[in-house]
């Protein structure tokens, strides 16, 4: 199984979102862990939108690189640009890869026009991760 660690740089939207959604969409092939460079707080916009889709984040917590010491990694992904700036050298085999995302906690004004954001980063997230990481999976089911 592929394991796979999505890196931002406050471990609070787009890399939750991401593992959640890897992990429900592509169960069985990776398995998706995600911190941060300087993690804060799942954010609470980002448990909803996945809600929306069945996927249940609200346990996740916010975690450091530092928490995942120790763990091996067949890549990593960073989707800021910032992680990818600040992004830690990971022993062994981990191939380190970029694909970036906008920021949603960045979005302003009305709360629908923000959710909005939320929506549209959790979409791309899908689409561009989840098909990328099925091909690196060394069990590629549909």
């Not at 092939?29 to 929306?52: C, D, H, L, T, Y």
């Not at 690189?65 to 700036?85: K, M, P, R, S, W």
Request: proline letters at 6%.
């Amino acid at each position: 199984m592929l394991k796979v660690l999505f890196l931002c740089t406050e471990n609070a939207c787009r890399s939750q979102m991401a593992e959640g959604l890897v992990n429900h969409n592509l169960a069985g092939q990776v398995k998706a862990f995600s911190a941060g460079v300087r993690p804060s707080r799942v954010n609470p916009r980002a448990i909803r939108v996945m809600a929306e889709l069945g996927i249940d984040i609200r346990h996740h917590r916010s975690k450091s690189v530092g928490d995942l010491a120790g763990e091996q990694f067949d890549l990593v992904i960073t989707v800021c640009d910032q992680a990818q700036q600040q992004c830690p050298i990971f022993p062994g085999e981990t191939d380190v890869m970029h694909v970036g995302f906008p920021d949603p906690a960045k979005a302003t004004g009305a709360e629908e026009e923000i959710m909005a954001a939320f929506r549209q980063v959790r979409d791309a997230l899908r689409e561009q991760l989840v098909p990328l990481l099925r091909e690196k999976s060394p069990r590629k089911n549909s």
